[in-house]
T-cell receptor, first 111, second 114 residues
Framework: QKEVEQNSGPLSVPEGAIASLNCTYS??????FFWYRQYSGKSPELIMS????GDKEDGRFTAQLNKASQYVSLLIRDSQPSDSATYLC???????????FGAGTRLFVKA | EAGVAQSPRYKIIEKRQSVAFWCNPI?????LYWYQQILGQGPKLLIQ????????DSQLPKDRFSAERLKGVDSTLKIQPAKLEDSAVYLC????????????FGQGTRLTVV
């Protein structure tokens, strides 16, 4: 089992719709989770972090964490073509000695 | 605040040659990471430094890759000799340290081995 797993996609949604991106992780000791956005040919940039069970909202983005089920998700409301990118889920392992990235989910938002 | 600086941005070398990449992290960031990202994949951690000590290098191919972080600031990653499968983007990132702090990435170095 991969340590951080994501559906590679591509996920295609129409403009204005909600995009839902999911991530599962294997290390029960992981305490923090990060979502990064990576445009083609660019470096990852942080868009959300979440540490506690439940939802965390920031503008059009909502991160959801369920530690019991070991999954974290990212919802993008009112999706825009500019949201088209690869979204990477990342989780430090127990103790935070290294950060493991998923392979990323490619999102396409159609105008 | 200045971001993570990396150089060069692009490098093309022949297989069996050597190459070195340089990274200057954000000032005050104790943790420095080198990731390898192959096209279509997520970043893979090669080595992580805490100040000038190695925290994790379990996925670093030590027969050909080496990295150092002298004085706990700048870092260099070297490949010698390079193989075709080393073609990738090499990303340097830094963070304050600890499991609750996010990593900030440099622009990366795109390496092509021919």
């Amino acid at each position: 089992q991969k340590e951080v797993e994501q559906n590679s996609g591509p996920l295609s949604v129409p403009e204005g719709a909600i995009a839902s991106l999911n991530c599962t992780y294997s290390d029960r000791g992981s305490q923090s989770f990060f979502w990064y956005r990576q445009y083609s040919g660019k470096s990852p940039e942080l868009i959300m972090s979440i540490y506690s069970n439940g939802d965390k909202e920031d503008g059009r983005f909502t991160a959801q964490l369920n530690k019991a089920s070991q999954y974290v998700s990212l919802l993008i409301r009112d999706s825009q073509p500019s949201d088209s990118a690869t979204y990477l889920c990342a989780a430090p392992n127990t103790g935070g000695f290294k950060t493991i990235f998923g392979a990323g989910t490619r999102l396409f938002v159609k105008a | 605040e200045a971001g993570v600086a990396q150089s060069p941005r692009y490098k093309i070398i022949e297989k069996r040659q050597s190459v070195a990449f340089w990274c200057n992290p954000i000032s005050g960031h104790a943790t420095l990471y080198w990731y390898q990202q192959i096209l279509g994949q997520g970043p893979k951690l090669l080595i992580q430094f805490q100040n000038n000590g190695v925290v994790d290098d379990s996925q670093l191919p030590k027969d050909r890759f080496s990295a150092e972080r002298l004085k706990g600031v700048d870092s260099t990653l070297k490949i010698q000799p390079a193989k075709l499968e080393d073609s990738a983007v090499y990303l340097c990132a830094s963070s304050l340290g600890g499991e609750y702090t996010e990593a900030f990435f440099g622009q990366g170095t795109r390496l092509t081995v021919v």
